[in-house]
Protein backbone atom coordinates (compact mmCIF):
# COMPACT_ATOMS: atom_id res chain seq x y z
CA UNK A 1 0.00 0.00 0.00
CA UNK A 2 2.90 2.55 0.62
CA UNK A 3 3.39 3.31 -3.08
CA UNK A 4 -0.44 3.60 -3.55
CA UNK A 5 -0.62 7.42 -4.66
CA UNK A 6 -3.92 9.76 -3.69
CA UNK A 7 -5.12 12.93 -4.81
CA UNK A 8 -6.67 15.03 -2.30
CA UNK A 9 -8.69 18.18 -3.77
CA UNK A 10 -9.89 20.08 -1.35
CA UNK A 11 -10.10 23.99 -0.91
CA UNK A 12 -10.13 24.16 2.88
CA UNK A 13 -7.09 24.23 3.71
CA UNK A 14 -7.42 22.83 7.21
CA UNK A 15 -9.44 19.93 6.22
CA UNK A 16 -6.69 19.85 3.21
CA UNK A 17 -3.62 19.35 5.32
CA UNK A 18 -5.70 17.09 8.15
CA UNK A 19 -6.42 14.47 5.38
CA UNK A 20 -2.91 14.73 3.83
CA UNK A 21 -1.27 13.80 7.30
CA UNK A 22 -3.81 11.08 7.92
CA UNK A 23 -3.27 9.43 4.71
CA UNK A 24 0.57 9.80 4.41
CA UNK A 25 0.25 8.26 8.45
CA UNK A 26 -1.49 5.82 6.95
CA UNK A 27 1.95 5.18 4.38
CA UNK A 28 0.09 6.64 1.45
CA UNK A 29 1.76 9.05 -1.00
CA UNK A 30 0.00 12.06 -1.41
CA UNK A 31 -0.56 15.25 -3.33
CA UNK A 32 -2.81 17.77 -2.60
CA UNK A 33 -3.93 20.84 -4.21
CA UNK A 34 -6.69 23.63 -3.52
CA UNK A 35 -8.58 23.82 -6.97
CA UNK A 36 -10.19 21.65 -9.87
CA UNK A 37 -7.49 23.52 -12.50
CA UNK A 38 -4.87 22.23 -10.68
CA UNK A 39 -6.81 18.85 -9.90
CA UNK A 40 -6.80 18.21 -13.44
CA UNK A 41 -3.23 19.25 -14.39
CA UNK A 42 -1.82 16.81 -11.56
CA UNK A 43 -4.22 13.61 -12.46
CA UNK A 44 -3.16 14.10 -15.96
CA UNK A 45 0.76 14.62 -15.15
CA UNK A 46 0.61 12.06 -12.12
CA UNK A 47 -2.16 9.24 -12.85
CA UNK A 48 -3.01 8.30 -9.10
CA UNK A 49 -4.31 5.61 -7.75
CA UNK A 50 -7.38 7.23 -6.28
CA UNK A 51 -8.79 11.10 -5.81
CA UNK A 52 -9.99 12.26 -2.91
CA UNK A 53 -12.30 14.87 -4.57
CA UNK A 54 -14.70 18.36 -2.46
CA UNK A 55 -17.70 18.66 -4.46
CA UNK A 56 -17.81 22.01 -3.84
CA UNK A 57 -14.45 23.83 -5.29
CA UNK A 58 -13.69 27.49 -6.17
CA UNK A 59 -13.63 27.20 -10.01
CA UNK A 60 -14.38 23.83 -11.44
CA UNK A 61 -17.10 21.32 -9.03
CA UNK A 62 -16.17 17.89 -8.21
CA UNK A 63 -18.80 16.45 -10.18
CA UNK A 64 -17.53 18.28 -13.52
CA UNK A 65 -13.54 17.34 -12.07
CA UNK A 66 -14.97 13.35 -12.02
CA UNK A 67 -16.44 14.17 -15.37
CA UNK A 68 -13.66 15.07 -17.25
CA UNK A 69 -11.55 11.53 -15.64
CA UNK A 70 -13.96 9.36 -16.76
CA UNK A 71 -14.43 11.07 -20.55
CA UNK A 72 -10.74 10.73 -21.04
CA UNK A 73 -11.24 6.25 -20.01
CA UNK A 74 -10.04 6.55 -17.08
CA UNK A 75 -11.09 3.89 -14.13
CA UNK A 76 -9.47 5.51 -11.51
CA UNK A 77 -11.60 5.47 -8.33
CA UNK A 78 -13.03 8.39 -6.95
CA UNK A 79 -14.28 9.03 -3.53
CA UNK A 80 -16.57 12.57 -3.07
CA UNK A 81 -15.96 14.50 0.05
CA UNK A 82 -19.91 16.48 0.22
CA UNK A 83 -21.16 18.38 2.97
CA UNK A 84 -24.68 17.78 1.11
CA UNK A 85 -25.91 14.86 2.48
CA UNK A 86 -29.32 14.28 0.11
CA UNK A 87 -30.12 11.45 -2.56
CA UNK A 88 -30.06 13.90 -5.59
CA UNK A 89 -26.34 14.66 -4.88
CA UNK A 90 -25.43 11.14 -3.81
CA UNK A 91 -27.02 9.40 -6.66
CA UNK A 92 -25.26 12.55 -9.36
CA UNK A 93 -21.59 12.05 -8.01
CA UNK A 94 -22.13 8.02 -8.50
CA UNK A 95 -23.54 8.71 -11.93
CA UNK A 96 -20.76 10.70 -12.80
CA UNK A 97 -18.78 7.83 -12.04
CA UNK A 98 -17.51 8.22 -8.14
CA UNK A 99 -17.20 5.15 -6.30
CA UNK A 100 -18.08 6.62 -2.93
CA UNK A 101 -18.90 9.40 -0.83
CA UNK A 102 -18.15 10.94 2.49
CA UNK A 103 -20.33 13.11 4.19
CA UNK A 104 -19.07 16.40 6.06
CA UNK A 105 -18.36 16.24 8.82
CA UNK A 106 -16.11 13.02 9.16
CA UNK A 107 -13.91 11.29 11.04
CA UNK A 108 -9.90 10.73 9.36
CA UNK A 109 -10.02 7.30 10.54
CA UNK A 110 -13.55 6.98 8.84
CA UNK A 111 -12.37 8.65 5.69
CA UNK A 112 -9.09 6.10 5.80
CA UNK A 113 -11.43 3.11 5.92
CA UNK A 114 -13.16 3.91 2.94
CA UNK A 115 -10.22 4.58 1.09
CA UNK A 116 -8.75 1.24 1.70
CA UNK A 117 -12.38 -0.67 1.09
CA UNK A 118 -12.37 1.17 -2.23
CA UNK A 119 -9.05 0.49 -3.15
CA UNK A 120 -9.54 -3.39 -2.52
CA UNK A 121 -12.92 -3.52 -4.61
CA UNK A 122 -11.71 -1.57 -7.34
CA UNK A 123 -8.21 -3.40 -7.72
CA UNK A 124 -8.83 -6.44 -10.36
CA UNK A 125 -6.52 -8.82 -8.75
CA UNK A 126 -3.56 -10.47 -10.72
CA UNK A 127 -4.20 -13.91 -12.36
CA UNK A 128 -2.28 -15.81 -10.20
CA UNK A 129 -4.78 -14.34 -7.43
CA UNK A 130 -7.58 -14.79 -8.71
CA UNK A 131 -9.85 -17.77 -8.15
CA UNK A 132 -9.66 -21.02 -9.74
CA UNK A 133 -13.30 -21.97 -9.71
CA UNK A 134 -15.68 -22.98 -11.59
CA UNK A 135 -17.86 -20.76 -14.13
CA UNK A 136 -20.32 -19.04 -11.97
CA UNK A 137 -23.88 -19.43 -14.13
CA UNK A 138 -26.97 -18.75 -13.57
CA UNK A 139 -29.79 -19.15 -16.91
CA UNK A 140 -27.77 -17.22 -19.86
CA UNK A 141 -25.60 -15.53 -17.37
CA UNK A 142 -21.55 -16.76 -16.90
CA UNK A 143 -18.95 -15.29 -14.97
CA UNK A 144 -15.48 -16.22 -15.16
CA UNK A 145 -13.48 -14.98 -12.23
CA UNK A 146 -10.18 -16.46 -13.55
CA UNK A 147 -10.46 -14.27 -16.82
CA UNK A 148 -12.33 -11.96 -14.77
CA UNK A 149 -14.86 -12.23 -18.05
CA UNK A 150 -18.65 -11.52 -17.86
CA UNK A 151 -20.53 -12.85 -20.89
CA UNK A 152 -24.56 -13.37 -21.31
CA UNK A 153 -26.11 -15.46 -24.18
CA UNK A 154 -22.65 -15.47 -25.05
CA UNK A 155 -22.01 -11.58 -25.35
CA UNK A 156 -19.08 -10.46 -23.50
CA UNK A 157 -20.23 -7.66 -20.61
CA UNK A 158 -17.90 -5.26 -19.56
CA UNK A 159 -18.22 -4.57 -15.62
CA UNK A 160 -16.19 -2.18 -13.40
CA UNK A 161 -14.20 -4.06 -10.40
CA UNK A 162 -17.01 -3.12 -8.18
CA UNK A 163 -19.90 -3.96 -10.50
CA UNK A 164 -17.84 -7.38 -10.97
CA UNK A 165 -17.85 -8.22 -7.27
CA UNK A 166 -21.60 -7.41 -6.93
CA UNK A 167 -22.45 -9.99 -9.67
CA UNK A 168 -20.05 -12.31 -8.47
CA UNK A 169 -21.69 -12.35 -4.99
CA UNK A 170 -25.46 -12.03 -6.26
CA UNK A 171 -24.55 -15.43 -8.56
CA UNK A 172 -22.51 -17.32 -5.49
CA UNK A 173 -26.53 -17.20 -4.04
CA UNK A 174 -29.14 -17.85 -7.29
CA UNK A 175 -32.55 -17.43 -6.07
CA UNK A 176 -31.89 -16.27 -2.50
CA UNK A 177 -32.74 -12.68 -1.42
CA UNK A 178 -29.58 -11.26 -0.33
CA UNK A 179 -30.34 -8.11 2.54
CA UNK A 180 -28.80 -5.00 1.48
CA UNK A 181 -26.91 -4.79 4.86
CA UNK A 182 -25.28 -8.29 3.33
CA UNK A 183 -24.27 -6.78 -0.07
CA UNK A 184 -22.90 -3.70 1.38
CA UNK A 185 -20.50 -5.65 3.77
CA UNK A 186 -19.60 -8.49 1.39
CA UNK A 187 -18.87 -5.83 -1.45
CA UNK A 188 -17.91 -2.65 -0.31
CA UNK A 189 -16.38 -3.94 3.63
CA UNK A 190 -17.98 -1.01 6.14
CA UNK A 191 -21.69 0.42 7.17
CA UNK A 192 -22.17 2.10 3.86
CA UNK A 193 -25.35 3.91 2.33
CA UNK A 194 -28.09 2.06 0.70
CA UNK A 195 -28.22 4.58 -2.03
CA UNK A 196 -24.81 2.98 -3.17
CA UNK A 197 -25.73 -0.42 -3.34
CA UNK A 198 -28.99 0.56 -5.30
CA UNK A 199 -26.98 2.65 -8.04
CA UNK A 200 -24.78 -0.01 -8.84
CA UNK A 201 -27.82 -2.29 -8.88
CA UNK A 202 -29.26 -0.16 -11.75
CA UNK A 203 -25.69 -0.20 -13.58
CA UNK A 204 -26.16 -3.60 -13.64
CA UNK A 205 -29.19 -4.12 -15.00
CA UNK A 206 -28.36 -1.27 -17.62
CA UNK A 207 -25.50 -3.33 -19.16
CA UNK A 208 -27.33 -7.16 -18.67
CA UNK A 209 -31.36 -7.08 -19.29
CA UNK A 210 -30.99 -5.39 -23.03
CA UNK A 211 -29.36 -8.97 -23.60
CA UNK A 212 -32.33 -11.02 -22.37
CA UNK A 213 -35.10 -11.29 -19.57
CA UNK A 214 -34.08 -8.99 -15.80
CA UNK A 215 -32.09 -11.50 -13.59
CA UNK A 216 -31.57 -8.80 -10.60
CA UNK A 217 -35.23 -8.77 -8.76
CA UNK A 218 -35.60 -6.64 -5.83
CA UNK A 219 -37.58 -7.70 -2.68
CA UNK A 220 -39.32 -4.25 -1.50
CA UNK A 221 -37.83 -3.37 1.74
CA UNK A 222 -35.36 -6.22 2.18
CA UNK A 223 -33.39 -6.49 -0.94
CA UNK A 224 -32.17 -8.10 -4.24
CA UNK A 225 -32.46 -11.75 -5.60
CA UNK A 226 -30.26 -13.24 -8.87
CA UNK A 227 -32.70 -15.51 -10.35
CA UNK A 228 -34.14 -16.10 -14.09
Not at 3 to 24: F, S, W, Y
Not at 130 to 145: G, K, M
Request: with cysteine; net charge neutral.
Amino acid sequence: MSETRILVVEDDPNIRDIIEVALRFHGFTVKAVPNGRDALREFADRRPDLIVLDVMLPDIDGFEICRRVRAEGATTPVIFLTARDTVSDTVRGLTMGGDDYVTKPFSVEALVARVRAVLRRTTVPDVAERPSRDVLRVADLELDEARWEVRRGGVRVELSPTEFRLLAFLMEHPGLVLTKRQLLDQVWGYGGSSQVLETYISYLRRKLDPLGPPLIHTQRGVGYALRP
